[in-house]
């Protein structure tokens, strides 16, 4: 039986999940997440700028053209919670108004341990 390598590859890509919410509703959607079996994620505090104007909305100590306190959370799994993921986000984190957020979803193109330097190869075989 032949196997092709680049299709069991493309069927177990890794995606980024990318997502800027508001700084409120983190712990929700953090609390939801590990719930649901996903403890591998990265969360910042960062500054934006977006459609919406906030009557709050206040110029950045840090930079001039910033106007809105976002959270960033950063995650990468396989191609199949994809889906999941963005529900678990997009439930926890909206409020219904304007400004609520947006996330990204991108290809992981390579995994390099820092420690070795050599591959994560985990990530293509599933």
């Known amino acids: ?16 999940i990318k997502a800027f919410v508001k700084p409120f509703k983190v712990n929700d959607i953090l609390r939801e997440l590990l719930d649901a079996g996903f403890p591998n994620l990265t969360v910042s505090m960062a500054e934006g700028t ?21 959270a ?10 994809v889906d999941k993921i963005i529900t678990i986000i997009s439930t926890y984190g909206k409020t219904g108004n304007s400004g609520d957020g947006i996330i990204y979803v991108s290809d992981v ?3 390099i341990r820092v420690r070795t330097g050599l591959p994560d ?6």
């Open 1 to 16: 039986m032949d196997i092709n390598i680049q299709n069991i590859k493309k069927e177990n890509q890794m995606k980024e």
């Open 109 to 111: 193109e390579r995994a």
């Open 50 to 70: 977006g459609h919406l104007k906030n009557e709050d909305a206040s110029l950045s100590m840090h930079f001039s053209l910033t106007n809105s306190k976002v």
């Open 72 to 81: 960033k959370i950063e995650i990468v799994c396989s191609n199949d919670d």
């Open 121 to 126: 190869d985990r990530w293509l075989l599933g």
